[in-house]
DNA sequence: GTTAGCACTCTAACCATGAGAGTGCTAACA
DNA sequence: TGTTAGCACTCTCATGGTTAGAGTGCTAAC
């Protein structure tokens, strides 16, 4: 009678291999994997009898279950888990696929904005799953520059620029009549005085402005909006989330009830759990690929899906999220090796801008 | 034997009354209507046989189908025009949502993307159904300011505003080290050289650029991108689409399977057919609703989908577009009468803009 | 420790059945 | 001539029984 050898402890290397095999199995046909399929499509050298005790050790220890008896076996999340951390390596881009990439974000001509949607569509062409891209965003946003532009006598535009060249606009109306002229004055007046600092530093200064009656009251008006928008720029955990190609995301079998579909929706909606997911994978450091399989995920409505997320920027300035979003049936190795060459290329965009 | 009456020309007045019961309750309830059901829910003052004539009539008109013989009724697209077009009025908001609505556009102070965020939230959560806002893009960008930030001496900001207060951003690399002076001088010649132009008229400019030798390089460079910024937004027909509510969609029973899902968001995703929809949606001029049923829409992914779509902005001036999305099965009045009125709204906006 | 063989279990597909829903038609009625 | 009661008819849906097949777990032999 075949012996569970051991219920917890690293699985011997066939074991490690069966459980490789009925993963990427499973990952490839979406169906319950069957002992006799293992012997058919890999070489293990043994009989399938044989595979089927050690399924069934794998099974003991929590790494696979059965939807039923006279059906092959799935993974468990702890499965995808094991396989992920202990069995397979992060699979690198082809170069060529690196070189193809590398040369979309050259074509995109530092429009930020465009990497950030170009990174979620790269990641969701390369992956088959959802691409994710978060703008990197500083902890305390410094300004960098001010214009106001005259949109007719009586409304402005106030643009604010912030270090990393992150742009910023409101519409004030103004309580009298204003030119372009005085306007500009008031840009210079700001410029001179606020540049380079934080919303709270700023306010500061403004305590200064109320005492100084030369101050015009358009300049006050005009610095008030500006703490407003960084603070508003700052409160804001992700300021922004691109996605594309949550119709790979659709397509999935398992996600062939729309139900299960609408859960995952309307976290990415929400995006309260990505938020909340930021800091824990800031903390990994750039380059650092985090993994997130179904279960593990506290949201119940996550329970179907995996996240593959690593950071990118400059850790304690200014730090984004890349990744992708797929079913738990994922293919990690090929998912985290891109995700991994993505966020290192936007890492090298980030550090172009602060050079 | 009942006699088919008619097969064109208008239905009598309770051959209307009864196909407008059958739509109200089939929007309602998702399921076949019988004839039962209406003279239970309605009081249509005969009996259901009766009933059943009429209904054999608006079949025979093209108005309603039959799943199979013994289910109830569900209409047409057909039945759902007739509807729309001759039974019933566009239904107003009630005046307290108005001043709600009102009010939270208050709220957003000016931020002009807010406002198209906020369109599409409105629509979503008035509706129940998608909601979808564009901005409002003039045929040919104006220039109204451009200015130059310095991010580190090597790479520079170039800020494009444009006349209705839109702005444009590209990163431009720097041949040579250049500090904020410079680019501020930079700015100030192309300022008072290409303001208020649009693309073909600076690139006019550009051409005595040539001839001038005084005129740096680093301005004709920056030129050049203005140029391009300017030309890119001119071909785009719709320059960003805002979507909200689209977990509304996935919640209607006619997309259990998401597969019927997935054919809707891919055509909202490239987005080329809403392109194609918006110069018919903009001929009708502005506060007037375009709805599009099911199959009227060319494309089959849209088949089992509605758009209610209506204009705003200022003809030959700058259109953009605002509605909603739903499933064929749609309140249609209350959807008319919330786009006319969000419409209505975004047109103010853009008077004062404009004003 | 491995494997052939086999009994066992469970699913999925198929079919037949019956209840129920809703129609269309007929014939009577106002 | 339009309306309605009544009824036969049709089709769906749910139920239950049967069967083929898939895949397992166990046993006994190697």
Not at 12 to 37: F, G, K, M
Not at 65 to 82: C, E, L, N, Q
Not at 101 to 111: C, D, K, L, S, T
């Amino acid at each position: 009678m075949p012996r569970i050898r051991r219920t917890t402890g690293p699985l011997d290397h066939r074991a490690q291999a069966i459980l490789r095999a009925v993963i990427e199995e499973y990952v490839a046909t979406a169906t319950p994997v069957s002992s006799q399929a293992l012997v058919e499509r890999y070489r293990l050298g043994v009989s399938s009898a044989t595979v089927r005790n050690v399924l069934a050790e794998l099974e003991a220890a929590g790494l696979l279950t059965h939807p039923h008896t006279s059906a092959g076996r799935i993974p468990t999340d702890a499965g995808y888990r094991f396989y992920v951390e202990t069995i397979v390596e992060a699979m690198p881009l082809p170069p060529v696929e690196e070189l193809m990439i590398r040369h979309q974000f050259g074509q995109v001509e530092y429009a930020s904005e465009q990497w950030f949607r170009l990174a979620a569509t790269t990641l969701a062409a390369m992956t088959r799953a959802a691409g994710l891209a978060t703008p990197a965003k500083p902890r305390a946003a410094q300004l960098r520059r001010i214009d106001i532009v005259s949109i007719h006598d009586r409304l402005a535009s106030l643009i604010v620029v912030l270090r990393e060249g992150t742009i910023k606009q409101l519409l004030v109306a103004l309580p009298e009549p204003a030119d372009q002229e005085t306007l500009g004055l008031v840009a210079d007046l700001l410029n001179a005085t606020v540049v380079d600092l934080t919303a709270d530093q700023i306010e500061r200064r403004l305590g200064r402005f109320e005492a100084n009656e030369r101050v015009p009251s358009l300049a006050r008006r005009f610095a008030e909006r500006v703490v407003g928008l960084l603070r508003e720029y700052d409160a804001a955990v992700i300021e922004e989330l691109f996605s594309d190609g949550l119709l790979n995301v659709m397509a999935a079998p398992e996600f062939a009830e729309s139900a299960k579909l609408r859960r995952v929706f309307s976290v990415l909606e929400n995006r309260a759990y990505l938020a909340e997911l930021l800091p824990v994978v800031a903390a990994a450091g750039p380059g650092h690929v985090r993994v997130f399989i179904g279960r593990e995920n506290p949201p119940a409505e996550m329970a179907d899906v995996s996240l593959v997320l690593a950071p990118y920027g400059r850790p304690g300035q200014a730090i984004g999220i890349v990744g992708v979003l797929g079913p738990t049936r994922m293919a990690y190795p090929q998912a985290i090796g891109t995700v991994r060459f993505v966020s290192g290329l936007m890492n090298e965009l980030v550090d172009h801008l602060y050079a």
